[in-house]
């Protein structure tokens, strides 16, 4: 069975530092991987997506996130924050086999400081 | 092309009622799941529609029921409501459900309170 586990609640950084929000995942087979965001108030927002296409994955509002087997995780990173960038954010992996559905972890709310 | 839409934004209802929430699919998508998410958690998969039948269910119990409609929109229905169905229930459609890498696009949701 698939599972993501997301480290860190609440993530606390200065607008223009690195963002990292962890994620990893429990898979038997090569898994699905997705991040989004989710602002107040609001549904969830694709930032970036894993296929296996590539192990390093770029997104929407300068995101990216690398897949990494050995250490089976796929963590989201920006390379500087800006204060639009708080919000939730999700990891979720999408199941392989019988009903595909997505597995969601338990969320990082980011928080940035001026 | 219109995204995912869900009606009521907000809703509240009293212990034991029932509630149906609406949700028309992106255009030309045939699957839409249903996921609840309970405050300061993550979504969890309640159940899944494709062409008009059930595909698939997560761990909810028989009073939260759906139907899918011949224009592929959707319907979540929950009876003899409790405190704990609070939540923001979200709808997502996507193309074909066969596939896992098959990309779900989710709606604003609903914020459903029970008092």
């Known amino acids: 069975a698939q599972s993501v586990t997301q480290l860190g609640s609440h993530v606390s950084v200065s607008e223009g530092a690195l963002v990292l929000l962890r994620c990893n995942y429990s898979?038997?087979?090569?898994?699905?991987l997705f991040w989004y965001v989710q602002y107040p108030n609001q549904g969830l927002q694709l930032l970036l997506k894993y296929t296996s296409a590539a192990t390093l994955v770029k997104g929407i509002n300068g995101f990216e996130a690398e897949f990494k087997k050995s250490e089976t995780s796929f963590h989201l990173t920006k390379p500087s924050a800006h204060m639009s960038d708080a919000a939730e954010y999700f990891c979720?992996?999408?199941?392989?086999?019988?009903?595909?559905?997505?597995?969601f972890g338990t969320g990082t709310r980011l928080k940035v400081l001026a | 092309e219109t995204g995912v839409t869900q009606s009521p934004t907000h809703l509240i209802k009293t212990r034991g009622q029932q509630v149906t929430l609406r949700c028309s699919s992106q255009?030309?998508?045939?699957?839409v799941s249903w996921y609840q998410q309970a405050l300061g958690q993550g979504p969890q998969f309640i159940f899944q529609?494709?062409?008009?039948?059930?595909?698939g269910r997560g761990n909810f119990p028989p009073r939260f029921s759906g139907l899918q409609f011949p224009n592929y929109s959707s319907e979540l229905n929950v009876n003899a409501l409790e405190l704990d169905d609070s939540a923001l229930y979200l709808c997502?459609?996507?193309?074909?459900?066969?596939?896992?890498?098959?990309?779900?696009?989710f709606g604003p949701g609903t914020r459903l309170t029970v008092l």
């Open positions: 255009s030309g998508h045939n699957t």
């Open positions: 898979s038997s087979v090569p898994p699905y």
């Open positions: 997502a459609s996507s193309l074909d459900p066969r596939t896992e890498h098959n990309e779900q696009f």
């Open positions: 979720a992996v999408s199941t392989t086999s019988g009903t595909y559905k997505y597995i």
């Open positions: 529609y494709y062409r008009e039948e059930e595909n």
